[in-house]
């Protein structure tokens, strides 16, 4: 079954860095798109940013355009956000997310790891 | 960028109906037919409910049922139920390439 496992979350302070790590397994892992999610403590969710397949597309939200990269490694089955600048209001727990369409990106989610914590605070 | 607005909060007794609209533009709802539902329990991973707007993922009970209406979709809930107690979501593809989620929906079952 799909399985997608996420790393790297933890405490930073304002500014600084910090790069997530998703490990899928189950699947095709370069036959499909990858999104990243997010939800902030007491908020809803929020979409972050989505690499196609072959890593031919990259899309961001507003909110982390210029800060934040997705990028992802076919041959290790393993998906990543750098997160650069990193600001209170990036707090959150960060979810990899698969999109269903396969070999083709449909920005429908039909999978999701459990998730990893990221506090930016000083 | 705007969320996707949906309701609050709705509520409902056991074996009642409820629906959740999903406001958008015509520049996401009403531009595509990438409209996605979302059933979230705290803590836990939230799980794909529809897809497509009225199309439901292998496994899913037909309780659930969704549609669309110009540039509002819709997640009907029948025969409500204790576990259908979550948080609910849309998503709606849009024109830029990039994916909005809606506000969320609390649903409590009376």
Not at chain 1, 40 to 49: D, H, Q, S, T, Y
Not at chain 2, 49 to 69: A, H, L
Not at chain 2, 74 to 79: A, F, K, R, V
């Amino acid at each position: 079954q799909v399985q997608l496992v996420e790393s790297g979350g933890g405490v930073v302070q304002p500014g600084r860095s910090l790069r997530l790590s998703c490990e899928a397994s189950g699947f095709t892992f370069s036959s499909y798109g990858m999104h990243w999610v997010r939800q902030a403590p007491g908020k809803g969710l929020e979409w972050v940013a989505v690499l196609y397949s072959d890593g031919s597309n990259e899309y961001y939200a507003d909110s982390v355009m210029g800060r934040f990269t997705i990028s992802r490694d076919n041959s290790k089955n393993t998906l990543f956000l750098q997160m650069n600048s990193l600001r209170v209001e990036d707090t959150a727990v960060y979810y990899c997310a698969r999109d269903q369409g396969v070999d083709t990106t449909w920005y429908e989610i039909d999978s999701w790891g459990q998730g990893t914590l990221v506090a930016v605070s000083s | 960028q705007s969320a996707l607005t949906q309701p609050a909060s709705v509520s409902g007794s056991p074996g009642q109906s409820i629906t959740i609209s999903c406001t958008g533009t015509s520049s996401d709802v009403g531009g595509y037919d990438y409209v996605s539902w979302y059933q979230h329990h705290p803590g836990k991973a939230p799980k794909f409910i529809i897809y497509d707007v009225t199309n439901r993922p292998s496994g899913v009970s037909n309780r659930f049922s969704g549609s669309k209406s110009g540039n509002t979709a819709s997640l009907t809930i029948s025969g409500l139920q204790a576990e259908d107690e979550a948080d609910y979501y849309c998503t709606s593809y849009t024109s830029r390439s990039t994916l909005v989620f809606g506000t969320g929906t609390t649903v409590t079952v009376l």
